[in-house]
């Protein structure tokens, strides 16, 4: 999201009441409007074509079917995206444009095929086994790859800085999937369930077609050279793991949930745990502001610090140095600390709305008993990957790993041990485990402040490392030296 500092800050200089609504609106069209947009299309679709009318079985095929697409398309792309964000990093430092596409493809290639080795023997047993439909399959198959090249192209995206677009893209394809939906149902008749799977495919390969017009407008070169992009996937593998087990993380608690007796199994192929997964699904949309505030903290005030603190270790006096790295780290904390007490309020009161609203909807029993717990785990969750991200800034690829292998394992260890509590605690393994990746995260944090200065200026090596004959240790023979000085003397 680099970037976007700048737009923030004329927006919020005015300091006035509408500024603040504008910015934070701002905000939310470049974070999290995408999301939201695709679940009010859902959402209103299925008013307009009376999905409520749908019998229980297609209704939950359909409902199973979008919910598996989002999941695992987010677990397919999540491995390879920070690799594939860190090499055009530098090759946009470094102004080799020209290797962007390569990068692009050859990251393309990757997710597909990894998508398509999960997505088509799931899809053979949904048909063979479950016994539905062949174009039911498809579509929902073509939906979820769809999905995949949509999530993949965000990152490249990125580079452009036209993040207005990037909510339009999002609109259109909404857009036209729900005028799709309207004209399958009303004018050629197909039923509710196909109407709506197929138009929301339509809509998602849009988008997907939209961005990729987008990035070949703004990087025409193909320098072709795909090897460059291959090594950093073992120069950088720690971003792999740690986006995995991040995104793995967030949804291993629900899978632990899908294998109790609380399960709901749909055409021999759909596992889930309706009660469970609602309760998540609002537990993370009380926090979801946590993303917003974040971007505008980081982006706003900590961005500038950072480059200031950059620019003065490139060649500034010692005392110029120390004092941009004590302002960085304490707009660091400052950041920190705002986005805790702010996201705080908001979960406060959005709980209560939740608690009070949601049962005349008919959300209560079971959901709202496990939503409390999960809606404090989710708020923990968020913090951690705002601290998560820090070390990202600092480049360290080794605490990554660490605070979201120990959210990864806590968490799954902590909602197997929940099964057997009463529902109120079934939310205890987000709880844990996103103390625990916390708690890591913030040791590396304190770490990386005592330390920063021999992680700057003594991680480099003098010279190239290489492959061959080690070197002898004897750099000179002083008796030898001392003959030839002797020699000259003479």
Known sequence: MAGIGVKLNSI?????????????????????????????????????????????????????????????????????????????????????????????????????????????????????????????????????????????????????????????????????????????????????????LFAMTIGMFLIAVLEFSFIKRYFRKNSNQY??????????????????????????????????????????????NQPYDMASCLAMFTNISATIIFIAQVEMHFHEKYKAYSEAVIGAKKADIENDKRRMFRQMGSSLMSLARIQFIITVVVYLLCIILLPLFGFSGLVMSIYPCLAAGYFILFLMYSAILFLYYFNDMMGMVLATLSFFIITLVGSIFATRLDEIWYGIGVVLGSFAGWTVTYMRLRWIERNIDRHIFCTGNLMKRGKGKQPPGKVYDRRLIAGEIAKENS
């Open 227 to 272: 090897k460059k992009v291959l090594g950093y996937f073992g120069k950088y593998w720690q971003l792999i793991v740690t986006n995995f087990l991040y995104i793995a993380g967030m949804y291993v608690h629900n899978f632990v949930f899908w294998t109790t007796d609380m399960r709901m199994v749909v055409v021999k192929s759909f596992v889930c």
């Open 12 to 196: 919020f200089q005015k300091n006035s009441i509408v500024a603040n609504l504008i910015g934070f609106t701002y905000s939310t069209a470049v974070t999290v409007a995408p999301m939201f947009v695709i679940i009010l299309n859902i959402l209103l679709m299925g008013w307009v074509l009376g999905f409520n009318t749908v019998g229980y079985l297609n209704r939950e095929l359909f409902s199973c079917t979008i919910l598996y697409i989002f999941i695992f398309a987010l677990l397919t792309v999540s491995p390879f995206n920070a690799v594939l964000s860190k090499y055009m990093s530098d090759v946009i430092y470094e102004e080799r444009y020209q290797d962007i596409l390569p990068c692009y493809y050859l990251g393309l290639v990757i997710n597909l095929v990894l998508s398509c080795l999960l997505g088509i023997p799931f899809c053979l047993w949904e048909h063979f086994v479950g016994g539905v439909q062949v174009f039911y399959v498809f579509t929902g198959f073509c939906g979820y790859i769809s999905l995949v090249l949509t999530i993949y192209s965000m990152i490249y995206l990125s580079i452009c800085k036209d993040y207005e677009k990037i909510s339009l893209f999002y609109l259109i394809g909404m857009v036209v999937a729900f005028l799709l939906s309207l004209i399958l149902r009303f004018l050629f008749h197909w039923s509710i369930t196909e109407s709506m």
